[in-house]
């Protein structure tokens, strides 16, 4: 039967019966038993359809085509439920669908194709994909080409892929040639890689707005163009905080259905102008210390984090310093309001009794200054003088260093277990201040 968009037939899956229905923005198929009842029905979102395709045919391992006559095949977002992971690990669902004639296999194809037309107006059509071959396991060029690149072509997106040859590029890129026509931009690569693509699409999207970075005062346009994260570098901590999972697959999956997470994102200021954006994690101390020594070591892949950590926490650094920092209201942005980390890790889900339970140290601002933190009247600066070993903080702070050394280091170490909590961190010697602001931009998956 066929009316709009909507269509229903009897149809086989292997040999048992089943009676499929379209209905605009849902398509079902339930099991018959002997007597035409109802026994199960499964259900998929027409948002949620990948692909539709003639015959019998198979993309991941590999893709096979057997065009029969009588087949269609339907591909679709299916949510793992094994693990912790529960529902977020998305795969590829596949059923291929047996009906009595191949008029009615193409009144099938052509109006699931039309229904997903009108039901996922937000998808992408053509992407720009930057593959970082020299990230995390060096795997980059063989996740995208082996699991993701078949996705696309299924979805029936046209991508432009760069394989980069030096840092920078991809942001550089962004910066200078011209985007039109693509949807979005796919990084294929960790943190880092992340990094110079978000500066690079914030930069693009300021120049062509007129807007001067360097300025404090200004107000920023946020970015329009989305970013997908394949995750291919050594934490992915971008990944798993905005998707929740590290699985290259599942980002894929979230990039055809055009879903998107808004992000935050501070820019970081010294006197002179801009420094750096970030949206994980800023290191004052501990944190600074780990990426810089970590780089030493990146011949160790992912490993260098644990060694460089273990590293840096027995030397037990400390830096002597003033922070001011400018006490947000708990009310409005408690770190533990339980709506940021997706990891479920066990800091999160403790009770939010004291509110800064990660430190213990006497140097550090939140657990010695807890205090301080909730009761100054909003608006008004607060300084803290002493030696530092860690700082975390929130988006807006100043850091007044004594006696840092090193670079200043921002980035996201061991991203996964810290999940997306932003933090402050290392002050660059002979660098007297650094102020965070906040921004709001669009961006991910
Ligand atoms: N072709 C290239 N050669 C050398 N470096 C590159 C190249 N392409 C990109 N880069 C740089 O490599 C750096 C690290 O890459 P990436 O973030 O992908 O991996 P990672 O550091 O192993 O992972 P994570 O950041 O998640 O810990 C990035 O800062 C990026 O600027």
């Excluded at 004594?402 to 932003?422: A, I």
Aim: hydrophobic share 35%; proline share 5%.
């Amino acid at each position: 039967m066929e009316t709009g968009l909507q269509l229903e037939s009897t149809v086989w899956v292997g040999s048992k019966i089943y009676r499929a229905v379209l209905t605009g923005w849902q398509f079902n198929w339930t099991e018959l038993d002997k007597k035409n009842r109802d026994k199960k029905t499964i259900s998929v979102p027409v948002a949620e359809v990948v692909g539709v395709e003639e015959g019998r045919v198979e993309i991941l391992p590999q893709k096979l085509i057997d065009d029969t006559d009588k087949v269609f095949t339907v591909f679709y977002v299916k949510r793992s439920s094994t693990g912790s992971s529960y529902g977020l690990l998305w795969t590829l669902g596949r059923t291929q669908f047996s009906v009595p004639s191949r008029v009615l296999r193409d009144q099938w194809t052509k109006h699931l194709r039309a229904a997903l037309k009108t039901h996922s107006p937000v998808r992408p059509n053509r992407l720009l994909v930057f593959i970082n071959p020299y990230g995390g396991k060096k795997k980059g060029r063989k996740i995208y080409h082996s699991l993701v690149a078949p996705l696309f072509e299924l979805a029936g997106i046209s991508c432009h892929v760069i394989v980069t040859e030096r840092a920078n590029q991809a942001r550089d890129h962004l910066l200078k040639k011209d985007l039109t026509g693509f949807d979005g931009v796919v990084c294929v690569g960790g943190d880092g890689m992340f990094s110079e693509i978000l500066h690079g699409l914030i930069g693009r999207t300021q120049q062509e707005a007129g807007l001067c970075e360097n300025d404090l005062t200004v107000t920023l346009q946020p970015c329009q163009r989305h970013i997908g994260i394949i995750p291919a570098g050594s934490t992915d901590c971008v990944c798993y905080a905005t998707v929740g999972v590290i699985d290259p697959v599942t980002s894929a999956l979230h990039i055809i259905i055009g879903d998107s997470q808004p992000l935050d994102v501070c820019s970081v200021h010294q006197a002179s102008g801009l420094v750096r954006y970030s949206v994980s994690l800023l290191g004052y101390g501990f944190y600074g210390d780990v990426l810089a020594e970590s780089e030493k070591h990146r011949w160790m892949g992912p490993l260098r984090y644990d060694y460089s950590g273990t590293m840096v926490y027995l030397s037990n650094r400390s830096y002597a310093g003033i922070v001011q920092y400018l006490p947000a209201d708990p009310l409005l942005s408690s770190p533990r309001d339980r709506t940021r980390c997706l990891s479920g890790c066990s800091v999160c889900s403790r009770s939010t009794e004291r509110l800064f339970p990660h430190s213990s140290d006497a140097g550090s601002l939140y657990s010695s200054h807890y205090n301080q933190f909730s009761s100054d009247s909003e608006g008004e600066w607060v300084t803290v003088e002493g030696r530092f070993r860690c700082v975390v903080s929130h988006l807006h702070v100043q850091l007044v260093s004594q006696e840092s050394s090193g670079p200043l280091s921002l980035g996201s170490p061991g991203g996964r277990h810290w999940g997306p909590h932003p933090g402050v961190g290392h002050s660059p010697s002979g660098i007297p201040q650094v102020s965070l602001q906040a921004h709001k931009h669009r961006g991910s998956v």
